[in-house]
């Protein structure tokens, strides 16, 4: 039952860390941008003075754990929990202006005070918002923190209105706000107009990872271990020591190393991790190398060629066809016509006629492999074309299809065969 409850215990800490649900106590690496944006912020939440700046970095990079990060450690000053108002954007749901302006007014609680007023313009319409909060003797404002995730998209808006709008509140004495930017584009400035640009501070963080093999281990390491607040002393003790051995494991070592040169992101470490902690339990209650190496597979799975397991046999003798033509033809791209004459000569060799397929059945199997995309049309190739005329290319590459043959369940001898001399 102990350890029931203590496996239980180590599954619900691990999974918040690797989903991310919890902020980690101290960010680690970036100490100075950490302080930098937390100095820049508490100005603008304390001083009331405005501030324009932007985060970049790759996906994965840690951008928005460092501004939630900035965040609750700037929410714990009593000056600033009764101060600062927040407003999130996101690229990807406000896709315009229009509706933007509706999620800062939701997001500020103005709905009853806008209520049915039509305005002139957006920078009258965000003026008279930044107006609203202003305190009763309209001496002070609220500072307004603007979060823009996925900022390089707000500069695709019709004339970057609202970059342009709360760039020029920032800039000028109207109300103090601080517009953070978060991006993963490195050319995002080549995005602003010319006018969006003058009004921007020109700051920028950038988080761009600096961590060697051996920091990456290390790391490792302190997302698996249990804290010493762990109510179970001897458990968590055990754990680690699990954890220490894991990583001392020369298996175990090689596969990290292939995850560090692919991606040296945190979202792909704790995806890692999370698939290692789904393979323990209370019979098993410790990572092992194996479990590891497993994990490591199944983020390397190629899954277009896992998509082959799942062809009937005739698509996956169409592939073949395809293939073959790959071969003659040097790459060159084909269309269903040459495919099932291709796919014929083989028939003719045969003498049973077991894999004789009508053309309406060959052309459906055909248009299933480019819903797959396993097949996509000739860029240019006309629509007006017959569908058995259009121009195809094949996505698929030589070790592919013959790592599915080898896999395919209870694949005919005959056509392994004839995939073989196919590749000759």
Known sequence: VKLTIGFT?????LRERFCERRLPDRLEGVE??????????RRTAIHGESNSVLIVGPRGAGKTTLLQCVLRDLQKEEKVQKNLLQVHLNGLLQTDDRIALKEITRQLHLENVVGDKVFGSFAENLAFLLEALK??????SCPVLFVLDEFDLFAHHKNQTLLYNL?????????PIAVVGVTCRLDVLELLEKRVKSRFSHRQIHLLSSLNFTQYLERVWTQLSLPDSFPDKKFAQEWNAGVKTLCEDKSVEEVLQRHFNSSKDFRSLHMLLMLCLSRVSVAKPTIKPADLLEASRMCFADTTANMLHGLSILELCLVIAMKHLNDVYEGEPFNLQMVHNEFKKFLHRKSNSMYNFEQPVVMKAFEHLQQLELIRPVDGSSAKVQREYQLMRL???????MEALQKYPQCPTDIKQWAMSAFG
């Open 9 to 13: 215990q180590v599954q619900q800490i």
């Open 135 to 140: 305190k009763g003797n309209r001496s002070s």
């Open 167 to 175: 760039f020029d509140v920032s800039q000028s004495a109207q109300a």
């Open 32 to 41: 100075a941008q950490y302080k930098h944006l937390l100095e820049l912020l």
């Open 395 to 401: 996505t698929l590459d030589h070790s592919q299809i």
